[in-house]
């Protein structure tokens, strides 16, 4: 299934992305899990972005979602690289 929109293709996002896995990586995850999770986690939030702006998102908009994604999401699915 992909996830990410092409509302993610625009400038920053990726640092977005970045900053996620290193901050898995900071928090012990294995690189593999941390380069996994933030890729769904940063995908997700640019859902939820394309959800309410169609036409595109900027990166600041990708953070701010950052919070619900985890929150909402992770705690409530339990994926598999949580433990």
Same mark, same amino acid.
């Given at each position: 299934?992909?996830?990410?929109?092409? /509302?993610?293709?625009? *400038?920053? @996002?990726?640092?977005?992305? $970045?900053?996620?896995?290193?901050?898995?990586? *900071?928090?012990?995850?294995?690189?593999?899990? %941390? !380069?996994? !999770?933030? %890729?769904?986690?940063? %995908?997700? %939030?640019?859902? +939820?972005? !394309?959800? @309410?702006?169609? /036409?595109? +998102?900027? *990166?600041?908009?990708?953070?701010? +979602?950052?919070?619900?994604?985890?929150?909402?999401?992770?705690?409530?699915?339990?994926?598999?690289?949580? $433990?």
């Amino acid at each position: 299934m992909v996830q990410g929109p092409p /509302q993610l293709a625009s *400038a920053g @996002t990726g640092d977005v992305l $970045s900053g996620v896995i290193g901050a898995l990586l *900071a928090k012990g995850l294995d690189p593999f899990e %941390a !380069a996994y !999770a933030g %890729a769904w986690i940063h %995908a997700e %939030a640019g859902r +939820l972005g !394309a959800l @309410t702006d169609p /036409q595109g +998102l900027m *990166a600041g908009d990708i953070v701010e +979602l950052l919070p619900e994604v985890v929150t909402d999401r992770i705690y409530e699915r339990g994926p598999s690289w949580r $433990s």
